[in-house]
C-alpha cells in the first residue's frame, strides 16, 4: 500500500485565507521534503526536515517522526500560491523519496 | 537554490528506439536519483547512484534501462528500446549525502513514445 498518504488530493482557498496539507505515513520516516510543482511542471523545494518545525515566509512546516506525520501550513494564502503540493518522505534503510499523490491548491480572488 | 539541469526539456521518439535524457546535477554532489512521473500521478523512484554504481533500483527500472555518468559529465538515463509506457515526464535529483541529506531536483524531461 501507500507509504506516504496525502491530503486533500484538492483545496480552493480564498486569498487572504489559511490552509493546512497533511500528510501520514504508513512506517517511521526519517527526513520529509515538501515541494511545489508550479504549471510548468518544475518541482520547487520548500522544506526539507527532520523531525521539527521550519518556517519560511508565510509557509509552515512540521514533521513529526513519533505520529508519523507531517503538516504544512499556508498563511495569507496568494494566487502565486496555486499549484500543486507534494510531500515526500525517506523511509528507513533506503535512500528513496517516497512522494503522495499531492494536493492540487488553488487560490482564488 | 541549487540548480539541477536537465537536457533535452521535451523528446517526442518513436516506439523502439533508443533515447537518452541527460542531467546535470549541482557541483558539488556525488549522489544522484531519476524519478518517474505519469501524467497525472504521483512521482515514483527509479534508481540511485553513487561513485559509478547503481545502490538501489525499483521494480520500474527495467532491463531497458541503464543509467552512467562518465567522468564527471551528465548523469544520463538510457532507455534501449523504449515502449509506449515510457512516456512520461522523468526526474534528475542530486543530494550531497547519502543519509539525511536534500534532494534537489530538475526541471524534468517530458518523453512522449508514439
Known amino acids: 500500500g501507500d507509504k506516504v498518504k496525502q491530503s486533500p488530493s484538492a483545496l480552493s482557498l480564498q486569498e487572504g485565507t489559511n490552509s493546512a496539507l497533511r500528510c501520514n505515513f504508513s512506517?517511521?520516516?526519517?527526513?520529509v521534503q515538501w515541494f511545489l510543482q508550479n504549471p510548468r511542471g518544475s518541482l520547487i523545494n520548500l522544506f526539507y526536515?527532520?523531525?521539527g518545525t521550519k518556517e519560511n515566509g508565510r509557509l509552515k512546516s512540521t514533521f513529526n517522526s513519533k505520529e508519523s506525520y507531517s503538516t504544512l501550513h499556508i498563511r495569507d494564502a496568494q494566487l502565486e500560491d496555486s499549484g500543486t503540493y507534494f510531500c515526500?518522505?525517506?523511509?528507513?534503510?533506503?535512500?528513496?523519496?517516497?512522494f503522495g499523490s499531492g494536493t492540487k491548491l488553488t487560490v482564488e480572488p | 537554490g541549487p540548480k539541477v539541469l536537465q537536457i533535452p526539456s521535451h523528446q517526442i521518439i518513436d516506439m523502439g528506439q533508443m533515447v537518452t535524457l541527460n542531467c546535470d546535477p549541482v557541483?558539488?554532489?556525488?549522489?544522484f536519483y531519476w524519478y518517474k512521473q505519469i501524467l497525472g500521478q504521483q512521482m515514483e523512484f527509479l534508481v540511485n547512484?553513487?561513485?559509478?554504481?547503481?545502490?538501489?533500483k525499483s521494480k520500474l527500472f527495467k532491463d531497458q534501462f541503464s543509467v552512467e555518468r562518465p567522468d564527471g559529465s551528465y548523469f544520463t538515463l538510457k532507455i534501449q528500446p523504449t515502449a509506449l509506457e515510457d512516456s512520461a515526464v522523468y526526474f534528475c535529483?542530486?543530494?550531497?549525502?547519502?543519509?539525511?541529506?536534500?534532494?534537489?531536483f530538475g526541471p524534468g524531461t517530458r518523453l512522449t513514445v508514439l
Open positions: 526536515l527532520v523531525p
Open positions: 557541483s558539488n554532489h556525488l549522489y
Open positions: 512506517i517511521a520516516a526519517t527526513t
Open positions: 515526500a518522505a525517506v523511509m528507513p534503510n533506503y535512500n528513496v523519496l517516497y
Open positions: 547512484f553513487y561513485n559509478g554504481k547503481v545502490m538501489e
Open positions: 535529483a542530486s543530494s550531497s549525502d547519502w543519509n539525511y541529506a536534500e534532494q534537489f
